[in-house]
């Protein structure tokens, strides 16, 4: 241990200061209650102080902070999408990721080490083509590559033609990155309470009161809270909170499971991809391989983990990747995905005047922290749809203005 170290840790007068300050009491009223203490309602408050001057405002969250899908996730960052729509949006978000660390003060582990979305089919070749023409338009570095750089990134890879599923080719998107998701959550929590955001964990919305078009007042088992703007940010508890407010979401939550390996020497660097195989692997910095799958095929709350996902995973993963056949599987958990027809987020105003949405995110959620924190902070400032996120309004559905990203999500089902 370094002397200086040692010196700072032992001085008497050396008090550490708490990451947050202690909860405070609920006031009666604040200017905007963000229902939601994962990294996207942290994110909201956050910028809700520091862009637009709206230091009133409470975070309530049932359990602890980043609790939710934030843990839940397997904290892949990308932007390599199939529309214009969403590829605008997560270059917004990558370039948000990039300075992150800094602006939040926090070791958010950010690594770039390229996104490989592997094509096993010519029909798979000519849409990863297309993709990559749509991100480079767009100034998104994206690129279809052959065997033999795909040999070179992945050596580990099984690129054999006698392969059950052979690899003709993949997506190489060189930003694509991993950071780590409780830093991400904590990060905003801590520089959102120093700008004056109130965060109170272990406060449930149980209830809401409306006149007219708006909302009024959050009820909670701590006492009633008016509020002069409402933003909801609960994936996985979308439709019950929306429901308190009179609102039907077109949504409908689905687990979404991933595991990890026991620790093992760095031999993966890049995060690999198969859309057709319904798997993502990526290797942690403590060495552990990082599994995912598609979302379950039916509609359920429970955060539960299955036997019949990891059978089905490992077939896959051990196919690409041989060796890992005598791995040893550390440990298995689940989310809840909230997945709309056209997998796409529903993200900003709703018909009541003062209340705002940020759900419906399926598999995108973790790696759009940052830009929507951003822009639903402004959308609830304003009580504007910001242009960036108009898209993905939750009246789409009525006007058939559907985002078709499904293609490119990657594990849906």
């Known amino acids: ?61 049932k359990g602890y902070i980043g609790g939710g899908n934030t843990a839940r996730n397997t904290a892949i960052v990308r932007a390599n999408y199939l529309t214009p729509d969403g590829v605008a ?49 767009l100034g998104v570095d994206s690129e279809l590559i052959g065997l033999d750089e795909l040999a070179r990134l ?42 004056g955001v109130e965060i109170h964990q272990g406060t449930e919305a149980i209830g809401m009161v409306r006149e007219g078009n708006r909302v009024v007042a959050v009820d909670t088992p701590r006492g009633r809270i008016a509020a002069g703007g409402v933003v909801q940010a609960v994936a996985g508890a979308s439709i019950q909170v929306a429901a308190m407010a009179g609102l039907a979401l077109p949504i409908h939550p689905v687990p979404l499971q991933a595991c990890v390996s026991v620790p093992m020497k760095p031999v993966l660097d890049p995060i690999v991809v198969s859309g057709s195989l319904h798997l993502y692997i990526w290797q942690s910095q403590r060495g552990e391989m990082v599994m995912g799958g598609s979302v379950d095929p039916y509609p359920l709350h429970a955060t539960r983990s299955t036997l019949d996902f990891k059978e089905g995973l490992m077939m896959h993963i051990v196919e690409l990747f041989p060796f890992l056949a005598e791995a040893r599987l550390m440990r298995q958990w689940a ?64 006007t058939l203005r559907l985002v078709a990203e499904r293609g490119a999500a990657s594990v849906e089902t």
Request: charged content about 25%; glycine content about 8%.
């Open 154 to 195: 992945c050596p580990v890879l099984d690129l054999s033609r006698s392969a059950r599923f052979p690899v003709l080719g993949a997506l190489y998107h060189r930003p694509g990155a991993t950071a780590r998701h409780d830093a991400v959550a904590w990060g905003y929590a801590r520089a959102a309470s120093r700008l």
């Open 335 to 398: 989310g809840v995905a909230d997945v709309t027809a056209d997998f796409s987020p529903i993200m900003g105003t709703t018909p009541l005047d003062n209340y705002y949405v940020d759900a419906g995110w399926g598999t995108w959620g973790f790696k759009a922290t940052p830009v929507s924190g951003k822009r639903m902070a402004e959308c609830a400032a304003t009580g504007r749809q910001p242009a960036l996120i108009e898209p993905f309004r939750l009246d789409r559905f009525t």
């Open 89 to 137: 949006f997560y270059k917004e978000s990558m370039d948000l990721w990039r300075g992150l660390p800094a602006e939040l003060d926090i070791n958010l582990m950010y690594s770039e080490r390229g996104h490989l979305t592997l094509a096993h089919t010519d029909a798979t070749v000519k849409t990863m083509r297309r993709r990559a023409e749509v991100n480079k338009h």
């Open 1 to 61: 241990m370094p002397m200086a170290l040692l010196k700072y840790g032992l001085r008497r007068s050396y008090r550490p200061e708490p990451f947050l300050p202690p909860q405070p009491d609920l006031k009666p009223a604040y200017d905007v209650v963000v229902i939601g203490g994962g990294g996207h309602g942290l994110a909201i408050a956050y910028h809700l102080a520091r862009d637009h001057g709206i230091r009133d405002v409470a975070v309530i969250e």
